[in-house]
């Protein structure tokens, strides 16, 4: 009996403090500058605290310390379901979509998704990305500013046309490519309102859904092009690996053209403007910083990809991405000591946990070594998440990344613009890019 009283007066029954402002306004902060926003409420309210952030969520409860993000994060997916956290983006995704997902749908649709990111896969796509990444580089202008945010926006869309889509033919990417990058570059108003039947008639909502309908179109055309090619057997793109997936029994059933689609435009929204914000922080960064620009060229020219992987790494924890990942809560449930009920979303946030002095050591300085002596303990870095639900692009990400920094630094010495004032991070939809684009300037290497 004394055990169930200490944990009884242990469990708090009501939400944590948090912001009194009205939800639409804090929806509306949230939606603008999530990450001082976050920042803000952790530095009055401590690690936990509530947020009411329509439309992502009615009541989120933020979590940030290691204990708790390990709690989350081996929680039974029956009883927080990540796909129910993620509904706000179902428009685009669609409802088969891996993000979106629970329980058995979800746990299927990982099996079948799999083959195409394991360790022998991401060997065989990593040619064709240094490949894409040399002919970017090749029409950049030595001593030149380039403005790195468009530059890795656009490589990063051609590896996810060329080596996730499989689309190498030059007419068929030139209708794509214009079509993917409205879907990516969201205008936060219309991210906010797209779910209105009503705007979807009007303006930028209409605009956005004919762009989404003729997307499906050619979608849906090129995976019918690909189940009739007499060499879809030879063919390592992510799709046509995808078209072998399945074993046709009850167990595992292939995927249905609608799968993927949905699954196309997943990897394409969760894997495009990622990985070029985490590009553009990295070599920001580096530029910034001679000395590691100097041990990076040195990773860069003799293969060291463990290095360069650390630098992307650092780059991820020092410049957060996505500022956090969801999970709704099926039942009432206790976490962290506190008794939550139904229907919560619970955010583990990545952003406080990774800007954590306790965990991170000198945590506002750029140090990659701190990958690489054993320093970054477990749940205290998770830029994709983690658990059943850890992205099931990380290491594609980490891949494509790593040959990118290699392909630049062997050819260039990058550095900050005179005068440049220091990058400030910005709100982009769901993810976090340099405001100012991560200017830098090129000079050609000897």
């Known amino acids: 009996m004394a055990a169930q009283d200490v944990r009884a007066q242990s469990e708090v029954t009501a939400y944590p403090p948090g912001p009194r402002l009205p939800a639409l306004l804090q929806g509306a902060w949230y939606q603008l500058n999530r990450q001082r926003f976050i920042s803000a409420n952790a530095r009055r309210y401590g690690d936990v605290f509530t947020l009411r952030v329509p439309p992502f969520a009615d009541n989120a409860v ?19 379901h990540a796909g129910e956290g993620n509904q706000i983006l179902g428009t685009i995704m669609g409802q088969h979509s891996l993000l979106l997902t629970d329980e058995d749908e979800h746990a299927r649709a990982r099996r079948l998704l799999m083959p195409a990111f394991n360790g022998s896969a991401l060997r065989g796509y990593r040619d064709l990305v240094a490949e894409i990444a040399i002919a970017e580089i090749d029409r950049w202008t030595t001593g030149s500013t380039l403005v790195t945010l468009d530059r890795m926006n656009a490589l990063t869309l051609e590896v996810i046309t060329q080596v996730v889509f499989g689309v190498t033919d030059a007419k068929t990417r030139a209708e794509l490519t214009p079509r993917l990058k409205r879907i990516v570059h969201l205008n936060p108003l219309v991210f906010l309102g797209f779910q209105s039947a009503l705007l979807a008639r009007f303006g930028p909502w209409k605009r956005f859904a004919d762009n989404l309908h003729e997307l499906d179109a050619l979608l849906y055309a090129e995976i019918a ?78 293969g060291d990809e463990k290095y360069l992987e650390a630098v992307l790494k650092e780059a991820m924890r020092l410049h957060v991405i996505i500022n956090g990942t969801n999970r709704k809560l099926t039942r009432d449930m206790t976490i962290g000591g506190r008794r939550l009920p139904a229907g919560t979303v619970v955010n583990t946030s990545i952003l406080l946990a990774h800007r954590n002095p306790d965990s991170h050591p000198d945590a506002g300085a750029f140090r990659p070594d701190r990958f690489l002596t054993g320093e970054v303990a477990p749940n205290t870095w998770f830029p994709f998440g983690g658990g059943v639900r850890r992205c099931i692009g990380a290491g594609f990400s980490l891949m494509e990344g790593t040959a990118v920094l290699r392909e630049i630094l062997v050819r260039h010495t990058l550095s900050l613009p005179e005068g440049a004032k220091p990058e400030q991070p910005k709100t982009r939809n769901i993810t976090t890019v340099p405001r100012g684009k991560a200017r830098l300037v090129l000079t050609p290497r000897p």
């Not at 933020?62 to 997916?77: D, L, M, T």
């Not at 609608?258 to 920001?284: P, V």
Request: aromatic share 6%.
């Open 62 to 80: 933020v979590f940030s310390r290691p204990e708790h993000i390990k709690e989350i994060y081996a929680g039974n997916p029956r009883d927080m």
């Open 225 to 302: 092009g690909r189940r009739r090619a007499p060499d879809l057997a030879e063919r390592t793109d992510v799709l046509s690996t995808l078209l072998h997936a399945g074993t046709g029994d009850d167990h595992d059933p292939p995927l249905t053209d609608a799968e993927l689609r949905d699954q196309l435009i997943t990897l394409l929204l969760a894997g495009h403007e990622t990985t070029a914000s985490a590009l553009s922080w990295a070599l920001y960064e580096i530029a910034a910083h001679p000395a590691i620009q100097a041990e990076a060229y040195d990773a860069a020219r003799n």
